[in-house]
């Protein structure tokens, strides 16, 4: 079911309104939904968002906790994760992102907090190969992803699925981590096509 706890960007550039609330439940189609603890799977996501949406979020209900330029929403998504709003300052501007944190962990908030400005303070924009991955997953219409199933090989069964337009071959579904490197451009919004990796420290 592809679990992670690590800290990740699941979206390139300032989120939409309507692009926030999608990426809220990014893993809704996820077989046994009820059934499973997602607390790894959405734990350390994040995303920008413009500061009409963050505080569209405070207003909604009253945080459960307001800490200097972050606050917590009450309701918690799944065991203890629930969405943690930053206001953050990054190269002497103000900008907004939406993360989830495991307030089990004492610290998970300001180790999201200190990579999401470290993430956003180098000087090239790039883009690592997960977060390639993560921006298809992310933009992709439930209709042309979802999860492995009965038909695939014992090994792939809940990974994450996307439909390929293979013109003259017609549609086919392939798991989301084979995808190669044209399958990934082809994906991909023209302005990020060419984006350079990350240059490792």
């Known amino acids: 079911m ?15 309104r309507q692009q926030m609330f999608r990426m809220f439940d990014r893993h809704a189609q996820r077989p046994n939904r009820w059934e499973d603890d997602a607390a790894l799977l959405y734990a350390g996501e994040w995303f ?8 569209h979020m405070f207003e909604i209900l ?12 009450r309701e918690y998504l799944t065991g203890s994760v629930t969405s943690v709003f ?9 900008r907004h992102f939406h993360g989830y944190c495991d307030l089990s962990d004492s610290q998970a908030v300001e180790r999201m907090r200190v990579e999401i400005i470290e993430r ?22 439930d209709d042309y992803r979802g999860y492995a199933g009965d038909r695939w090989p014992e090994e ?4 994450r699925t996307i439909m390929l337009y293979g013109g003259k071959a017609g549609s086919t579904l392939k798991l989301l981590d084979d995808l190669s490197d044209d399958e990934i451009a082809a994906k991909l919004p023209v302005q990020l096509r060419n984006l350079p990796s990350p240059i490792a420290a």
């Open 2 to 16: 592809n679990p992670s706890s690590a800290i990740r960007k699941v979206f390139q550039g300032v989120a939409s």
């Open 86 to 94: 930053f206001a953050l300052r990054i190269d002497g501007v103000i």
């Open 120 to 141: 956003e303070s180098r000087p090239v924009r790039a883009m690592s190969h997960e977060e390639r991955l993560e921006h298809i997953w992310s933009i992709t219409v």
């Open 62 to 73: 009253p945080p459960l906790w307001i800490r200097g330029s972050m606050f917590a929403m």
């Open 48 to 55: 920008e968002i413009a500061e009409a949406e963050h505080d």
């Open 156 to 159: 792939s069964r809940g990974k």
